[in-house]
């Protein structure tokens, strides 16, 4: 695609990755996504802001074709998808100056090998002058590694975020049109990098309140032209309580466990609970983590298998671990047939949750009358704990 203009002399490039299915061999993609760049050309000094994934690094370079110069590459993140093609870059233009945090700076280093001497450190809240445009530099840590910030073009008030207010879409539209599209998979970005720090991520949307921000211009996904509609979806997802929702990931060997999952989904809607069901083996893991954005509950259905819980289920309980959802109950349902520690198991492997344990359902062999008597019990348990706390 050829570079696009978005405002006077500030200018879209990039890629399209219309193929990419999987991001850090972990998260599914399955729209794709891009890896937005973008050009700012002050009356004395030209800005490049941010590059491209390196297997997309041909396009990159073919759009700086009739660019003459580059003073500066900003580099708001080192994750490679957006800093892979810097040396490349450097190549072309050897005098460029490559900005980033002191933090960014030592993870190229690391990463890319980049030479110490072509970098410059900004600080947050400096300023860096292209003649009759300004980039001022703003920290905002775990967007998605410690090291990440943003900058804002101050005369035209564009917000470039990165990864921030991001969503792993290919598409020829250069701006946001269809909410629903994006804010799904917007928000399937945020589960995925940014949840676990929700408390860092509070603080940065607090911190651009500050500013004049009329346009944000993300390196993944759509630019939205209308920064409150964003900001505001990211402080719910941060800061709202969590929903009158159950996210039941559970897996199934010869039935059983499904039968009570099921049982239990039908006795949680009796009881006003809305339920998201997650069939381990065939569920898309990035689905799973946008459900745990507002889930009140998570409860767990494994079989024992091998004295343990599935390799599923602790899978899925170890990522739900690491992305500490705000979820203030989980309990653990499943059918066993001879010894294990399945719930001590996963017990064990929530240390991140700040979760109440309600009382797990377990049944040995096919689910009898008692097993049923124990799933409406819990049923009722998370929709009295679910009212208590006001989730709607
Ligand atoms: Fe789009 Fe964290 O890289």
């Given at each position: 695609m050829l570079p696009r203009k978005i405002k006077d002399r500030v200018y879209w490039l990039g890629a399209v990755?219309?193929?990419?299915?999987?991001f850090d061999s972990?998260?599914?993609?399955?729209?794709g996504t891009s890896y937005n760049a973008y050009l700012v050309k002050g009356s004395e000094k030209t800005a490049l802001l941010d590059t491209v994934d390196p297997s997309m690094a041909e396009t990159l370079m073919t759009q700086l074709e009739d660019v003459s110069e580059i003073d500066f590459i900003i580099s708001?993140?080192?994750?490679?998808?957006?800093?892979?093609?810097i040396p490349m870059v450097l190549e072309f233009f050897p005098d460029a100056k490559v900005v980033a945090t002191p933090k960014g700076k030592d993870i190229l280093i690391d990463?890319?090998?980049?030479?110490?001497?072509a970098f410059l450190t900004v600080q947050d809240g400096e300023t860096l002058s292209l003649g009759d445009k300004t980039l001022r530099f703003l920290y905002t840590p775990w967007?998605?590694?410690?090291?990440t910030m943003v900058t804002l073009l101050e005369e035209d008030g564009i917000l470039f975020s990165c990864d921030f207010f991001g969503s792993h879409i290919a598409a020829s539209e250069l701006f946001m049109r269809d909410e629903g599209r994006v804010y799904e998979a917007a928000k399937r970005y945020f589960a995925e990098i940014m949840m676990p720090f929700r408390n860092v991520i509070s603080k940065n949307l607090e911190k651009l309140k500050g500013y004049d921000i009329g346009m944000i211009a993300p390196s993944h996904g759509q630019i939205h032209e209308k920064p409150e509609w964003i900001m505001n979806a990211y402080g719910d997802w941060v800061n709202g309580d969590p929903r009158n929702l159950a996210v039941i990931p559970f897996v199934s060997m010869h039935g059983s466990t499904r039968e009570m999952v099921d049982y239990l989904t039908s006795s949680l809607v009796g009881h006003g609970v809305r339920v998201e069901l997650f069939n381990l083996p065939v569920t898309d893991i990035g689905k799973l983590a946008m459900a745990l954005v507002d889930a009140g509950t998570v409860i767990v259905g494994t079989p024992t298998v091998l004295a343990g819980p599935h390799p599923l289920a602790a899978y899925a309980t170890f990522l739900a671990n690491a992305l500490r959802?705000?979820?203030r109950f989980l309990s653990i349902v499943g059918s066993y047939e001879w010894g294990g520690k399945t719930v001590e198991s996963l017990a064990g492997m929530i240390p991140n949750l700040k979760v109440e344990v309600l009382e797990p359902v377990l049944c040995k062999g096919a689910p009898v009358k008692e097993t049923f008597e124990g799933l409406d019990r819990l049923a009722e348990t998370v929709a009295g704990k679910h009212r208590e706390n006001g989730f709607a």
């Open positions: 990755d219309w193929d990419r299915r999987l972990l998260i599914p993609l399955p729209d708001h993140h080192s994750e490679q998808d957006h800093s892979g093609t990463l890319l090998k980049i030479h110490e001497d967007v998605h590694w410690p090291e959802p705000k979820a």
